[in-house]
Nanobody
């Protein structure tokens, strides 16, 4: 059974940094795409960044140059390094994987950017 657990959320001041981690259990074979999504209060969930099994990456325009996605297959972990955070980055961040054509989600971790 696939399970995703996010770590690293919290409160940070504008301009600060956070690194989120997503640990995958249940095996990584068959994972084609991994990604981070977020949902701000009162808004729909949106894609933040994706990374494929060939390490091709995609970023939402508003996070380009500030956020970096990476993965460590040996540790079965995906990361999201977030720099120069802005109040509009405040949201619950969710880890997602597409494995054998099926989406799997973590429960999310809250990131609050505020002074």
């Amino acid at each position: 059974q696939v399970r995703l657990v996010e770590y690293g959320g919290g409160l940070v001041q504008p301009g600060g940094s956070l690194r989120l981690s997503c640990v995958v259990s249940g095996g990584i074979l068959g994972i084609n795409v991994m990604g981070w999504y977020r949902q701000a209060p009162g808004k729909q969930r949106e894609m933040v960044t994706l990374i494929t099994d060939t390490d091709s990456t995609t970023y939402k325009d508003s996070v380009k140059g500030r956020f970096t996605i990476s993965r460590d297959s040996a540790k079965k972990t995906m990361y999201l390094q977030m720099n120069s955070l802005k109040p509009e980055d405040t949201a619950v961040y969710y880890c997602n994987i597409l494995k054998y054509g099926i989406d799997h989600w973590g429960k999310g971790t809250l990131v609050t950017v505020s002074s």
